[in-house]
């Protein structure tokens, strides 16, 4: 049972990771007083400003929103709240030191890597590509240094080696905010403390760039393949084969294998060569066009990938 607790709490998050966390507290019967998110963004050629995951929650609970350009500017809206609680999932924006004072005992963060392993913007991702065994959620205080505070309470979660980062987000996501609703009473009414990071064990993951879905074809096939699964909601794995410009979605390994980027098609199969090993495809996805499989890939684009 979980303890309830009277104190309000501002919630800041913005994408669907967040969300998930939101939900959980307002079901568990949590307070929120508000919650700040992003401003709305501009989507399609329209243009239409679309709201945040978070924000369309917030709105169908009647919650009270905030979307300040710069987190700074409620600080005067937080003050008149009276001691309020602060949570943060996946906000988007860096808080400010005057913002952070402002709650007791500080803001209590989800981090989605079990610190202090992968601080930074990328661990669900990271964790994957480095074939990582396990990955779990760290519930912490934030600090002024990105991903730094000590940790409330951590969750792990083994990793069998096939995970899409899709996928992972929504596990993660799921299981932080269980974590989330577990912790936050023990850690206002201060029977659960933090502990510091271990120094000696910090990795920090940096920020995906749109060029690091570019496949390497010089590099081991068994790299490609967790790149693949790693950046499936973005920047997505690209490369050129023959004429084609696509993107793979799902290859799998096979052995063998000497000249990097030679393409090979036998038996219905699409193989690259890579450089260590070869890479079987799988789902590819011609650029402006929807996935397939690769049989139905070979059956339109056969020609155009083999020729000179």
């Known amino acids: 049972i979980i303890k309830k607790m009277s104190k309000k709490i501002v919630f800041f998050g913005t994408e669907d990771f967040s969300a998930t ?31 945040s995951p978070v924000k369309v929650i917030a709105q169908n609970a009647n919650i009270a929103v905030w979307q300040p350009e710069n987190a700074a500017d409620i600080a005067e809206k937080i003050q008149r709240l009276n001691d309020p609680v602060g949570v943060l999932v996946s906000y988007g924006k860096l808080i400010p030191d005057e913002i952070l004072k402002l709650f007791n005992p500080g803001i ?10 992968y601080r930074g913007p990328s661990p669900i991702e990271s964790a994957i590509i480095n074939g990582d065994s396990q990955t779990g959620v760290s519930i912490m205080q934030l600090t002024h240094e990105m991903d730094a505070g000590p940790v409330y309470s951590q969750i ?18 799921k299981k932080g905010a269980e974590q989330l609703v577990t912790s936050l009473p023990s850690i206002l009414d201060g029977s659960l403390q933090a502990r510091e990071q271990n120094q000696a064990d910090i990795v920090i993951c940096q920020l995906i760039e749109k060029t690091d879905g570019n496949i390497d074809w010089n590099q081991p096939a068994a790299q490609i393949e967790r790149k693949i699964r790693a950046y499936n909601i973005w920047p997505k794995s690209r490369t050129k084969l023959g004429n084609v410009e696509v993107i793979i979605t799902k290859a799998h390994l096979e052995s063998g294998g000497d000249m990097s980027g030679k ?10 060569y890579c450089g260590e090993n070869c890479l079987s495809i799988d789902m590819i996805q011609p650029i402006g066009k929807k996935e397939m499989p690769v049989q139905a890939f070979l059956a339109g684009y056969k020609d155009k990938i083999t020729a000179e």
Do not use: C, M, Q, W
């Open 108 to 117: 209590v963060n989800l981090h989605p890597s079990l610190l202090p392993k």
């Open 263 to 272: 393409v090979e098609i036998a038996d219905d199969k699409l193989i690259v």
């Open 156 to 173: 792990k979660l083994p990793l069998n080696g096939n995970e899409y980062a899709d996928d992972l987000y929504k596990t993660l996501a």
């Open 21 to 51: 966390s939101l939900r959980a507290l307002i079901d568990a019967g949590f307070d929120i007083a508000v919650v700040v998110t992003k401003p709305d963004t501009a989507k399609g050629r329209s243009k239409e400003l679309v709201p």
